[in-house]
């Protein structure tokens, strides 16, 4: 319940506010602000469950930048005796302790964090060291696999990413075919699980599979723009991405596969249907 959404029932109005139907944590206030209008005893609201500043159980209508259990890319908004304090969306920031900065956070800048619930103190909080919550368990991963990605760091070789919110895999530059940063949130593909549990991902289907779908992609925009388009195997890779948001090998297998299929003539400066 707590750090995450619930749908409950309004059992109470009064002036403050409205009481919600908390099962075993008894009622918990949400606060006027937030009441949505015309809200009636016995509605239900779907709320988000956090402490207050007395650590009291609290509700909200307010969506956090992310929930317990899951990364995000905050920025501090202040940093005290206790620890750094993030901006995570809601009136109370989310405070990471110093013991869980993997580096010292300062004031303005963003940082990677996983959000839990502090077992001890029954308080939200965040961790910037997320080796210790990532590749607990075994990587079970079928190549080809769609899988959630959280980009959280920069390697020479490419971005580390959050896989499902529970293992860390690896996007290779070489396969990488738009702008991403820190902080983003994608859909990708497991590529493999090599020998040592790390996981390779990439953000376009591998396979057959692939070829077909961004064959057809090639295709649409083919008919939307009237049969023709100026562009070949020859051309640089970034007019390709910027026209089918794919790279150039990609590109120029969907364009075979079309050729087979003899949907499409291929020319030296581009490409046309075939009529």
């Not at 004031?107 to 029954?122: A, H, T």
């Not at 997320?130 to 607990?136: D, R």
Request: aromatic share 10%.
């Amino acid at each position: 319940m707590i750090g995450k959404y619930n749908t409950l029932r309004v059992v109470k109005e009064v002036d403050f506010g409205v009481y919600l139907d908390g099962g075993e944590k008894g009622e918990i206030l949400l606060p006027t602000r937030y009441v949505p209008d015309n809200t009636k005893v016995d509605d239900e609201l779907k709320v988000f469950i956090y402490l207050d500043s007395e650590d009291r159980l609290i509700a909200t209508t307010e969506e956090p930048f992310a929930t317990v259990g899951e990364f995000a890319n905050l920025q501090v908004k202040s940093v005290t005796k206790i620890g750094a304090f993030l901006d995570w969306g809601l009136m109370k920031d989310l405070l990471v302790p110093f013991r869980e900065q993997e580096e010292k956070m300062e004031e303005g800048k963003y940082y990677p964090v996983y959000i839990y619930l502090d077992e001890e103190s029954n308080r939200i909080v965040a961790t910037s060291k997320l080796y210790t919550v990532l590749n607990n368990l075994l990587p079970e991963y079928e190549p080809g696999q769609e899988v959630d990605l959280f980009v959280y760091d920069k390697a020479d070789i490419g971005y580390k990413v959050v896989v499902n919110e529970l293992h860390s895999g690896m996007l290779y530059h070489s396969q990488l075919f738009q702008p991403i940063k820190i902080g983003d949130r994608l859909k990708g593909f497991v590529q493999k699980v090599r020998e040592d549990d790390k996981i390779d991902v990439s953000l376009q289907k591998p396979g057959y599979e692939a070829i077909e779908g961004q064959a057809a992609e090639v295709l649409t925009i083919l008919k939307e723009k009237g049969g023709y388009l100026a562009v070949s195997d020859k051309s640089a890779a970034e007019l390709i991405y910027k026209i089918f948001k794919m790279s150039k090998k990609s590109f120029k297998k969907a364009i075979g596969t079309l050729y087979k299929q003899r949907l499409i003539i291929i020319e030296k400066e581009g490409i046309k249907l075939v009529k």
